[in-house]
C-alpha cells in the first residue's frame, strides 16, 4: 500500500529547514525502494514550506512510524503533519527529472 506524508513548515523556520536537511536526506536514502516520492512545498516566493512524501508500507502503523522517525519531524521544522492512504491513479512521471 502507499502512503503519503504532507508536512507543513514552522513559520520563519526556513534556516532550521536547512540546517537539518542534510539527516533529513540522509533518512529519506536509507528507506531504499520503500520511498517512491518526496520533495518540497514552495511557497509564493519560492521557498520551502513543507513536504511531500510517499512511502510504500504495510500498514498506516508502519508508514507513520516510518516518517516520525524522520529528522523533519524530530527537530521540529513542521508545526505539522498527517499521513494518509494514498491511492496512484496517473504515473506520468516516467522519464522526468
Not at 82 to 87: A, L, S, T
Request: charged share 25%; net charge negative.
Amino acid at each position: 500500500m502507499l502512503f503519503v506524508f504532507i508536512g507543513r513548515d514552522k513559520p520563519n523556520g526556513l534556516d532550521h529547514r536547512l540546517a537539518v536537511r542534510p539527516v533529513h536526506l540522509e533518512h529519506l536514502k536509507s528507506l531504499g525502494d520503500k520511498l517512491v516520492l518526496a520533495g518540497a512545498l514552495w511557497d509564493a516566493d519560492d521557498k520551502p514550506e513543507g513536504s511531500v512524501m510517499v512511502l510504500e508500507a504495510e500498514s498506516l502503523e508502519a508508514a507513520t512510524s516510518a516518517f516520525s522517525a524522520d529528522p523533519f519531524v524530530q527537530q521540529g521544522v513542521f508545526a505539522s503533519w498527517e499521513v494518509k492512504r494514498w491511492n496512484l491513479a496517473i504515473d506520468n512521471m516516467s522519464g522526468r527529472s
